[in-house]
Nanobody, 123 residues
Framework: QVRLVETGGGSVQAGESLRVSCSASGYTFNRGFMAWFRQAPGEARVWVATLTDATDNTYYLDSVKGRFAISRDNAKKTLTLEMNSLKPEDTAMYYC????????????????RGQGTQVTVSS
């Protein structure tokens, strides 16, 4: 059974940092793209970052470039999103997604998707 479980969310003040992680099991971990998405209340889910498989290239939403970093630990089967200099507009439920092979910004193109972890940033 495939599972993606996000942890590490919480409430922080603007300017602080937070790390969210996604623990994977039940499939070949480093196959395909892995990504983070987020969804704020009342808004559509938005792509945040992608890490490719073979080349480990990273791609980011413009508004998080330079503040967020996506990485993967193949031995621990964990995807991580380091978030620095957090802003109130970063408040959202954060979801990980795995095994995508095209359209890296499209949630529905990832075969496996997690249930999310809440990140709240107050001003």
């Amino acid at each position: 059974q495939v599972r993606l479980v996000e942890t590490g969310g919480g409430s922080v003040q603007a300017g602080e940092s937070l790390r969210v992680s996604c623990s994977a099991s039940g499939y070949t971990f480093n196959r395909g793209f892995m990504a983070w998405f987020r969804q704020a209340p009342g808004e559509a889910r938005v792509w945040v970052a992608t890490l490719t498989d073979a080349t480990d290239n990273t791609y980011y939403l413009d508004s998080v470039k330079g503040r967020f970093a996506i990485s993967r630990d193949n031995a621990k089967k964990t995807l991580t999103l380091e978030m620095n200099s957090l802003k109130p507009e970063d408040t959202a439920m954060y979801y990980c997604a795995a095994e995508g092979f095209s359209e890296k910004q499209n949630w529905s193109r990832y075969k496996y998707r997690g249930q999310g972890t809440q990140v709240t940033v107050s001003s």
